[in-house]
């Protein structure tokens, strides 16, 4: 009984905690890029089937409305791709880099208001997605200049 409490009290000890901890969040990594890649893949067959649908399907004047929603897709794609890459780096250096988070949610909300219909929203929504876009780009400036300085 005492060789097993001497073994958690070793496990509790901070240095191999932390490995444990960090052997953990590695392990998690993993498993949400390998689930990112077949979000990825299944996104890239379903954009692929509706772009060949629409364009065969859609009437002559009409692919404007449709095309939107073909923009939404791509963007979606590369939301994704650009969530991969920031658990690709986490991966890499074990730290979550604040700038590709904050070009992930540039594009997040770049892919909103190109895919916005703004017959549908009121007025607030556009001043907040406008502000959201100011906010990011802001933070992306002050993340950018600190980087080139160091």
Same mark, same amino acid.
């Given at each position: 009984? +005492?060789?097993?409490?001497?073994? *958690?009290?070793?496990? @509790? !000890?901070?240095?191999?905690?932390?490995?444990?901890?960090?052997?953990?969040?590695?392990?998690?990594?993993?498993?949400?890029? %390998?689930?990112?890649?077949?979000?990825?893949?299944?996104?890239? %067959?379903? *954009?692929?089937?509706?772009?060949?649908? !629409?364009? $065969?399907?859609?009437?002559?004047?009409?692919?404007?409305? #449709?095309? $939107?929603?073909? $923009?939404? *897709?791509? *963007? /979606?794609?590369?939301?994704?791709?650009? %969530?991969?890459? /920031?658990?690709?780096?986490?991966? +890499?250096?074990?730290?979550?880099?604040?700038?590709?988070?904050?070009?992930?949610?540039?594009?997040?909300?770049? +892919?909103?208001?190109?895919?916005?219909?703004? /017959?549908?929203?009121?007025?607030?929504?556009?001043?907040?997605?406008?502000?959201? #876009?100011?906010?990011?780009? %802001?933070?992306? @400036?002050?993340? +950018?200049?600190?980087?080139?300085?160091?």
């Amino acid at each position: 009984m +005492r060789k097993i409490i001497n073994g *958690l009290n070793k496990i @509790w !000890q901070d240095g191999i905690f932390m490995q444990v901890i960090e052997k953990i969040e590695v392990f998690v990594s993993k498993i949400l890029s %390998i689930a990112m890649v077949i979000v990825i893949a299944v996104a890239i %067959i379903d *954009l692929s089937a509706n772009l060949i649908k !629409q364009l $065969f399907s859609t009437n002559y004047g009409e692919f404007n409305t #449709v095309l $939107f929603k073909i $923009f939404g *897709l791509f *963007l /979606n794609i590369l939301i994704a791709l650009e %969530i991969l890459e /920031n658990i690709t780096a986490y991966l +890499r250096k074990h730290v979550v880099q604040v700038e590709l988070v904050i070009v992930t949610s540039l594009i997040a909300i770049s +892919r909103k208001i190109i895919i916005l219909d703004l /017959n549908k929203v009121d007025g607030i929504d556009i001043i907040g997605l406008g502000t959201g #876009v100011l906010a990011l780009s %802001i933070s992306y @400036w002050i993340i +950018r200049a600190s980087n080139t300085k160091n």
